[in-house]
Nanobody, 121 residues
Framework: QVQLVESGGGLVQPGGSLRLSCAAS????????MAWYRQAPGKERELVAF???????NYADSVKGRFTISRDNAAKTMYLQMNSLKSEDTAVYYC???????????????WGEGTPVTVSS
């Protein structure tokens, strides 16, 4: 069993900042790619940012220059620093990770339950 738990969401004014965390626990041998997704009301889930085990990153065009994804492999934790937040960033943010639970097992994608972010004055 692998658990991903997001935290750090909340209500923030436009222009403000939040830092999301995603902590992984359970049967973990190696965590490969990790990512943040978000789903706004009435919209499909979309990829926000992606980070490889080695630290290579990629971002959705809508968040480039405002959001920064990072990870601490030793702590099995991923972060999303969100600056200059806009109302259109309002969504439930989910973390995802490809996790190998044993040395001869294939990696499987796991998801957290999400943390809500509301950007409003």
């Amino acid at each position: 069993q692998v658990q991903l738990v997001e935290s750090g969401g909340g209500l923030v004014q436009p222009g403000g900042s939040l830092r999301l965390s995603c902590a992984a626990s359970g049967s973990i041998f190696t965590i490969y790619e990790m990512a943040w997704y978000r789903q706004a009301p009435g919209k499909e889930r979309e990829l926000v940012a992606f980070i490889t085990r080695g630290g290579n990153t990629n971002y959705a065009d809508s968040v480039k220059g405002r959001f920064t994804i990072s990870r601490d492999n030793a702590a099995k934790t991923m972060y999303l620093q969100m600056n200059s937040l806009k109302s259109e960033d309002t969504a439930v943010y989910y973390c995802s990770a490809n996790v190998q639970s044993g040395p001869i097992m294939r990696a499987i994608a796991h998801w957290g339950e999400g943390t809500p972010v509301t950007v409003s004055s």
